[in-house]
């Protein structure tokens, strides 16, 4: 139709299709930590792989992802705000489609930000059993990340606890499937409601680890992955119409 503003769906669609191979930076994510000062977020890559990345370099062609600003070192709201509003303005000045960059954090107890409420454990969730208030708590944590131009949150965590072994176990909701997907789904709402994109983790399979070890083989049947794994991951993308899964 002559006029018509093209939808969201259809603007991606033609974008990529403009897109360059190298401009497919869309698809990267970088590790980065805002400066104290409110000056800029700069890579941290260079942490684990010993060499350094020069931010320039990083945003030639465009950037996907900015992984953790907040959460990497401390940093006060206001200041972690005004540092990635400056990262932003810097990634759609490099790229020719203007595109700026998703950023995530880490919420699985509140916003893991300098300053930001602490709440209790997915344990406690699941001790509850109050998805209402689950639900509550889950849109005030995407309220605080919202309110700092962050747009993904890397929670709930849908592992079925199967071994009290395993290290993460403090991060699931518990060892019943009906209630992890039951709680897990409400955080999804709760997230989701306030504009924040929820992320399920870890699809699938990764608390029945063997020996409770962290990334351990995993020895399951097709029975316990479909009657004990798979339906928290169900529930929350079918009732939570969640946005985002993080492979484990």
Not at 66 to 89: E, K, M, Y
């Amino acid at each position: 139709m002559a006029g018509r503003s093209p939808s969201n769906p259809e603007r991606a669609e033609a974008l990529v299709a403009a897109m360059t191979l190298d401009e497919l930076a869309q698809l990267v994510g970088v590790w980065v930590g805002a400066d104290p000062s409110g000056g800029a977020v700069v890579p941290r890559q260079s942490d684990m792989t010993g060499e350094p990345v020069a931010w320039p370099e990083v945003i030639a062609n465009g950037l996907g992802q900015l992984t953790r600003p907040f959460g990497t070192r401390p940093v006060t709201p206001a200041a972690g705000a005004r540092s990635l509003a400056l990262s932003q303005r810097q990634i759609v000045a490099a790229s020719r489609f203007g595109i700026p960059a998703l950023v995530h954090e880490e919420c699985l107890t509140g916003f893991a930000a300098w300053q930001a409420t602490t709440y209790p454990a997915p344990l406690s969730w699941g001790a509850s059993f109050d998805p209402a208030l689950v639900v509550e708590m889950a849109g005030l944590i995407g309220e605080s990340m919202r309110a700092v131009g962050v747009h993904q949150g890397l929670a709930p965590v849908l592992d079925v606890t199967r071994d009290y072994r395993w290290g993460r176990t403090e991060e699931t909701i518990g060892e019943d499937p009906y209630l992890v997907g039951t709680v897990g789904t409400a955080y999804v709402h709760g997230l989701e409601g306030s504009g924040i994109v929820a992320t399920l983790k870890h699809f699938a399979g990764y608390s029945a680890s063997r020996a409770g070890r962290n990334l351990a083989p995993v020895a399951i049947g097709a029975r316990e992955l479909a009657d004990v794994v798979l339906p928290p991951f169900e529930m929350a993308v079918r009732d939570g119409r969640v946005r985002s899964v993080m492979n484990s």
